[in-house]
């Protein structure tokens, strides 16, 4: 099956800094990737919807300027937490859409867990 | 927006025992697609079966079938023979077949596997 990566798979920073997290599918190419944060026990929620070569698409709630989504190739989106604060401490989530095959499954990163002290 | 609901935080079943795992949603398309994922303690979401609105046959994913009934907007997971590495979150998931690419997820099911 598909694979989809992210790196880091967990950071640790300073409140005020900024992370930036890689979400790459590795043999296929994703026109559109999505970014999900999940607390302990609980869902996931859709973050943003990153399409490749355009502005993300971001969920009602979401801060844009908090939470930077670049899409710079069909393989890349990359996540950036700008001025973390502890409340920012979550599991994230990339996942890239398979539009070639017929049943458009979204494959799953591993997850990132970012801890803001 | 599309609802999924799973009614079921907690689910326990007798290892080599079969389970159900219930989930209902809301829409009022007519084509789309419906997802179990299951996240182990990993946290790395793996897809274990998918099922197509205009089928009318179950699918089936060795020990894992779904009972999908469109009329009452019902895609229930069966597993069968259960085994000890089947403990995890289960997330049902919609998605439309024509408006974006959106997963819609319901808040998961807990399953433990008693030996």
């Known amino acids: 099956g598909a694979v989809v990566s992210q790196h880091p798979s967990w950071v640790i920073c300073k409140s005020g800094t900024s992370v930036k997290i890689e979400c790459r599918s590795l043999?296929?190419?994703?026109?559109?990737m999505f970014w999900y944060r999940q607390f302990p026990k609980q869902s996931l929620m859709l973050m943003a919807t990153?399409?490749?070569?355009?502005?993300?698409?971001?969920e009602q709630g979401v801060e844009k300027d908090k939470f930077l989504i670049n899409h710079a190739s069909l393989t890349l989106s990359t996540l950036t937490v700008t001025s973390a604060h502890p409340e920012d401490s979550s599991f994230y989530i990339c996942?890239?859409?398979?539009?070639?095959?017929?049943?458009?499954?979204?494959?799953f990163g591993p997850g990132t867990r970012l801890t803001v002290l | 927006a599309q609802t999924v609901t799973q009614s079921q935080p907690e689910m326990s079943v007798q290892e080599a025992e079969t389970v159900t795992l219930s989930c209902t949603y809301d829409?009022?398309?007519?084509?789309?697609?419906l997802f179990w994922y299951k996240q182990p303690p990993s946290r790395q979401m793996i897809l274990v079966i998918r099922?197509?609105?205009?089928?009318?046959q179950n699918a089936t994913e060795n020990r894992f079938s779904v009972n999908f009934q469109k009329a009452a907007k019902s895609f229930s997971l069966k597993i069968s023979d259960s085994q000890l590495g089947d403990a995890a979150m289960y997330f049902c998931?919609?998605?439309?077949?024509?408006?974006?690419?959106?997963?819609?997820f319901g808040t998961g099911t807990s399953l433990t596997v008693i030996p």
């Open positions: 996942s890239a859409s398979d539009e070639t095959g017929p049943h458009r499954t979204q494959y």
């Open positions: 043999d296929f190419q994703a026109t559109t």
């Open positions: 990153s399409n490749e070569g355009s502005k993300a698409t971001y």
């Open positions: 829409t009022s398309e007519s084509d789309y697609y």
């Open positions: 099922q197509e609105a205009y089928k009318q």
């Open positions: 998931a919609y998605r439309s077949a024509n408006t974006g690419n959106q997963f819609y």
